[in-house]
């Protein structure tokens, strides 16, 4: 075979390896563009929905708010005194309106969370004074059960600089979760200091525990314990979903151990001074 005779392989062997990279390019090139388009139509699906959620979120609270003031006004004997009958009946309308209201501000939070609109307003004060306010706003619920609900003192605690609103709903959530779940015995909550500059909240219970399966899932959006007591307490499953993501904005995390029959403790763990940069809501 001559030399002309290799070059013109060669070349035909160019050609068609040059065709066959276009043709690959073409196809990458295609692809690419139907991955964004998959990608916009996801984006819009996903506004869409966090724009449902907060529409259907702000247009329940009014009702909402109504049926809990015309509740409170019933018990309260505005229209004259209620028979022990009446008085159980109205108790379990206002006591629905407010779980009903515990789930719309759980939807809202998902839909602002989503469309990357909430606010972080970070700020100094006593943790003291923070564990009182959660004393005062779980009295009543204490009351009504056979569950002890105890603070314990922090000790050596200096303030925080962070988003106190946050880390209460984190702590409340945890809190009403343990009550709800701890028929008798006590729920106990505590704040110790972390060797690098975090604080560990833990709260504790003496609850139906949690089976070690549901663990790794339970901080995930819609996920609820199964067991008979969560039959007959409703919720979105969002609650822990939320303390997550709020507790990632504070530059901190989440956890939980449990024991089956034995009871649970749920932890977060944040900076004392919570930095300038605030990280996305995605974990």
């Excluded at 880390?167 to 505590?190: C, D, H, M, Y």
């Excluded at 901080?219 to 039959?231: A, C, G, I, N, Y």
């Excluded at 969002?238 to 749920?266: D, M, N, W, Y």
């Amino acid at each position: 075979m001559s030399g002309n005779d290799d070059i013109a392989r060669i070349a035909a062997e160019n050609e068609a390896l040059r065709a066959e990279l276009e043709e690959t390019n073409q196809g990458v090139l295609a692809l690419y563009a139907e991955l964004d388009k998959q990608a916009e139509q996801l984006r819009q699906a996903s506004e869409l929905k966090s724009r449902f959620l907060s529409y259907m979120s702000h247009e329940f609270r009014t009702p909402l708010g109504s049926i809990l003031s015309i509740a409170r006004l019933m018990s309260d004997g505005m229209d004259g005194p209620l028979n022990p009958e009446q008085q159980r009946q109205v108790s379990f309308v206002a006591t629905a309106a407010r779980e009903l209201s515990d789930m719309v501000d759980d939807l809202l939070d998902l839909a602002k969370i989503e469309a990357g609109r909430i606010t972080i307003s970070p700020a100094w004060f006593e943790l003291m004074d923070l564990f009182t306010a959660l004393r005062g706003t779980f009295r009543p619920i204490v009351d009504a059960t056979e569950a002890d609900l105890i603070f314990e003192d922090p000790e050596n605690m200096p303030k925080l600089y962070t988003d106190d609103k946050k880390l209460s709903q984190i702590l409340r959530n945890f809190i009403s979760n343990a009550l709800k779940f701890t028929p008798r015995g006590e729920v106990r909550v505590s704040a110790h200091l972390e060797g690098d500059g975090r604080v560990r909240f833990a709260v504790s219970d003496t609850g139906i525990g949690i089976p070690d399966d549901m663990l790794p899932s339970l901080f995930e959006d819609f996920t609820q314990v199964d067991s008979p007591l969560q039959k007959r307490l409703r919720g979105t499953g969002l609650g822990l979903s939320i303390c997550r993501q709020f507790a990632h904005l504070l530059g901190g995390e989440v956890g939980v151990t449990s024991v089956p029959g034995k009871g649970s403790v749920f932890h977060v763990v944040l900076p004392l001074t919570l930095t300038a940069e605030v990280p996305d809501a995605t974990p």
